[in-house]
Each structure stands twice: as structure tokens, then as C-alpha cells.
């Protein structure tokens, strides 16, 4: 089965093509490595919660929304290989392509597939 990394992230508003153009880059970069295929969700009905939820897990303020993101990698093995190439690719740097969202509130995780109908 496929391996899955997912992530959530609040992205201000106003960055919202800076995103697109960032995310299509790292799209490059991560299927050059391996991955199969990256997707970019840019929240529209993303309650907030009482205990839990989207927002308050990245702590979204008033001018950002919650983006939503996964990539498909065909093995936990391809994945960690990959994922060492892309997070050392010079094209990913944050001193040359910052990330235009902040990325200390970012919340991520890798999930074997159980499930693929």
C-alpha cells in the first residue's frame, strides 16, 4: 500500500498566490524524489471548533485560512529516501524560497494507508 504524509497549515490570505506558486515548486521537487502525487487544499468550509478543530490546531488568525495538504508516496521507504532529498534540495531553502506561511504552526504526520477504495 501507499504511504501518505498530510498537513494542515495557516496561510495569511493575502499569500494565497505566493502559496500556489511555492506548493507547485515543492510539487516538482517531491515527484522528482519519488512521490506520486502532492495535493493542495485551500479551505472554504473549515469550522471552527469547541475542543477541537482545523483552526485551532494551527491557531488560524483572522487574516489566514487553513490549507490542507497531502502527498502519495508508493512506499514508507521511497517516502523517507524522498523525503531527505527534498528537504536537503537547495530549491526548497528558506534562505532562496521562504515558506509564505508560518511554519512553526504547521501540523503534520506520515499514515500508512489502511484504506484505499
Same mark, same amino acid.
Not at 5 to 27: I, M, Q, T
Not at 98 to 115: A, E, L, N, T
Given at each position: 500500500?501507499? &504511504?501518505?504524509?498530510?498537513?494542515?497549515?495557516?496561510?495569511?490570505?493575502?499569500?494565497?498566490?505566493? &502559496?500556489? @506558486?511555492?506548493? =507547485?515548486?515543492?510539487?516538482?521537487?517531491? +515527484?522528482?524524489? !519519488?512521490?506520486? @502525487?502532492?495535493?493542495?487544499?485551500?479551505?472554504?468550509?473549515?469550522?471552527?471548533?469547541?475542543?477541537?478543530?482545523?483552526?485551532?490546531?494551527? @491557531?488560524? +488568525?483572522? #487574516?489566514?485560512?487553513?490549507?490542507?495538504?497531502?502527498?502519495?508516496?508508493?512506499?514508507?521507504?521511497?517516502?523517507?529516501?524522498?523525503? +531527505?532529498?527534498?528537504?536537503?534540495?537547495?530549491?526548497?531553502?528558506?534562505?532562496?524560497?521562504?515558506?509564505?506561511? #508560518? !511554519?512553526? =504552526?504547521?501540523?503534520?504526520?506520515?499514515?500508512?494507508?489502511?484504506? #484505499?477504495?
Amino acid at each position: 500500500m501507499n &504511504y501518505v504524509d498530510g498537513f494542515v497549515a495557516a496561510v495569511p490570505v493575502a499569500n494565497r498566490e505566493a &502559496y500556489v @506558486k511555492h506548493s =507547485r515548486l515543492a510539487a516538482a521537487v517531491f +515527484k522528482e524524489n !519519488g512521490a506520486l @502525487k502532492l495535493v493542495e487544499c485551500w479551505g472554504d468550509d473549515v469550522p471552527e471548533g469547541e475542543l477541537t478543530s482545523f483552526p485551532m490546531a494551527v @491557531k488560524r +488568525k483572522d #487574516d489566514e485560512v487553513v490549507v490542507f495538504a497531502w502527498i502519495v508516496w508508493p512506499s514508507r521507504e521511497t517516502r523517507d529516501a524522498g523525503m +531527505k532529498a527534498v528537504m536537503a534540495d537547495p530549491r526548497l531553502q528558506p534562505d532562496t524560497n521562504p515558506m509564505p506561511f #508560518d !511554519g512553526r =504552526r504547521m501540523i503534520y504526520g506520515g499514515f500508512q494507508v489502511i484504506v #484505499d477504495e
